[in-house]
């Protein structure tokens, strides 16, 4: 699907149509017809958050209609059969054409066949040597050597990683150590690396690593979404390089190379029992490293930074990136969502759909195709607490919050003494008054279902069996009709022999013989 409001707002950065097509995974033309239908309309960057990408494509393009997927072809295979004696693109794509017949694919014609070859073809013959502007790009890599680091208590050495990144036009490189090569840290070393340049490229260039990269594609490349969130808030797009394509990112590869020497090995005699030390040696050996003099032409990064590419950066937002981790999950038909073993609520009338949660250090944001659907604190502490908001539970489920132990009793006292007895019965027989108020409604249903005049008799003849009657014995009693027979008589307690209690019955009740 297209990515209209990304379209829009990469344009408005000044962004290249070729780069905003790269980055939104389209082509040029596409991007083309997209900036001038917006034109046409007046509809410019920034747009209300109220507006998705379909109101944007019934807005742009009202009379689109879907067309049907064709089978692109492969390429890299046709480059490589080309260069087999009497293969010919009329060849290829003949067999290209039986081959989408059998698997259900619509193929191109020859003519669009062609054209996607020679694309690929252009492509290949040889290497650009691109010269980077100002402003424009930043290479963010790790480093492959690590530093060690002692533990105080027992003396053993864990791994340091080191993020590097570099300024393209430049050069000037900015250096940090983690404790690990997890997200928040990689997200965390782009925040500092933009904080010591001042300001913010317009594009980033990572790796194909899973912090970055969540699938790598020549073509189709997926960006982790806390790493696209992180750029959007600052204003600026990850295109990752090819895979195994290191000429994509030359500067960054040549920075790691020399940091490996001129920093990281430089370091190999000195010991470092915390991170803190480790990165204060790091940025005073950094500051070396950018002010030592190029050695082929004149200046330093350093010099170069500041005359030529820090006044093209893009200021950084007033707030910093604040990390969130994204995940998916599907509404169970409660109207809640499981993260990290807690529940949150969310309007009942997305139960089974999937839906993306953003999960930040205090908030849990719950999303549902781009637009927020739900929004909760997060919950902390003990496992398994749930947070339900009024607005989200159809309104037969609301009518549960009007009740409590309070109101239960009123309604009991009114209805009668043997169910008032009953009620208080139930609502003390646990530890918490909120556990029996499910059992508490079932006797109003039960009220709705034969009438207050049966439950009330029902309860009287329950209380004559036990003093704590339970609901399932009220439930027995009116479902079988008990309380529309007549009362046993009373037994006669002077002449039973047997037992004090009055529904406990003798030998005479049975038919037994009786003894003097």
């Known amino acids: 699907m297209t990515k209209y409001r990304e379209i829009l707002r990469l344009h408005s950065q000044g962004i290249s149509n070729r780069s905003i097509a790269t980055a939104c995974q389209c082509s040029r033309n596409t991007v083309a ?27 742009l393009f009202p009379n689109r209609q879907n067309v049907t997927n064709r089978k692109i072809p492969d390429s890299e295979y046709l480059h490589k059969e080309l260069a087999k004696s009497g293969v010919t693109l009329s060849l290829l794509w003949n067999e290209y054409c039986e081959t989408c017949r059998l698997n259900g694919d619509i193929p191109f014609m020859y003519s669009q066949f062609c ?45 340091a990683y080191v ?21 928040e840290h990689w997200i965390e070393g782009h925040k500092n690396a933009f904080k010591h340049f001042g300001g913010v490229t317009r594009i980033l260039v990572p790796d194909n690593l899973k912090t970055g990269v969540e699938k790598a594609s020549r073509y189709n490349p997926v960006i982790n979404k806390t790493y696209q969130e992180m750029a959007e808030h600052y204003g600026s797009v990850v295109i990752p390089a090819r895979v195994r394509k290191p000429r994509d990112k030359p500067n960054a590869e040549g920075a790691v190379g020399i940091i490996t020497t001129w920093i990281i090995a430089a370091l190999r005699h ?11 040696a790091i940025q005073q050996k950094l500051v070396e490293f950018n002010e030592r003099p190029f050695q082929k032409k004149p200046g330093s990064r350093l010099s170069a930074f500041l005359d030529e590419e ?18 998916q999950a599907t509404v169970q038909h409660d109207y809640h969502i499981n993260v990290d073993k807690m529940h949150y609520s969310v309007p009942y009338e997305y139960i089974k759909c999937e839906v993306d949660i953003r999960v930040t250090l205090n908030v849990v944001e719950v ?50 003494p043997s169910i008032l007895m009953t009620i208080k019965s139930v609502l003390a027989s646990h530890k918490v008054a909120q556990q029996g108020y499910r059992s508490a409604m079932a006797f109003v249903k039960l009220a709705d279902k034969y009438s207050i005049e049966r439950l009330e008799t029902a309860c009287t003849r329950a209380l004559t069996y036990s003093p704590s009657p339970s609901l399932k014995s009220v439930k027995t009693i009116l479902k079988t009709g008990q309380d529309k027979c007549e009362h046993e ?28």
């Open 367 to 416: 999303f549902y195709e781009g637009n927020r659907i739900a929004s909760h604190k997060k919950l902390k502490g003990i496992i398994g607490q749930k947070t339900t908001l009024p607005e989200h539970m159809p309104d037969n489920h609301k009518q549960y919050l009007e009740w409590n132990s309070d109101r239960f009793i009123e309604w009991a006292d009114k209805a009668g």
């Open 270 to 280: 000195q010991q470092f029992f915390s991170l803190v030390d480790l990165n204060v």
């Open 310 to 327: 820090k006044h093209f950066l893009m200021p950084l937002p007033t707030s910093p990136y604040v990390i969130a981790t994204w995940m």
């Open 33 to 59: 017809e997209v900036l001038k239908e917006a034109s046409v309309h007046t509809i410019s960057w920034p747009l209300p958050e109220d507006i998705t990408e379909g109101n944007l494509r019934e807005i």
């Open 163 to 183: 993020f590097v990144a570099c300024l393209a036009c430049s050069q000037y490189t900015y250096v940090e150590a983690f404790p690990s090569m997890k997200a």
């Open 115 to 159: 054209r996607y070859y020679r694309k690929y073809a252009q492509t290949t013959k040889a290497t650009m040597r691109i010269s980077r502007k100002p402003g424009e790009l930043t290479e963010v890599d790790w480093a492959g050597t690590t530093v060690g680091l002692i533990n105080d208590f027992n003396f053993e050495t864990s791994p």
């Open 489 to 516: 008589p009373e037994l006669d307690l002077t002449t039973s022999k047997t037992s004090a209690h009055s529904y406990t019955r003798g030998a005479d009740y049975y038919g037994g013989k009786k003894y003097d």
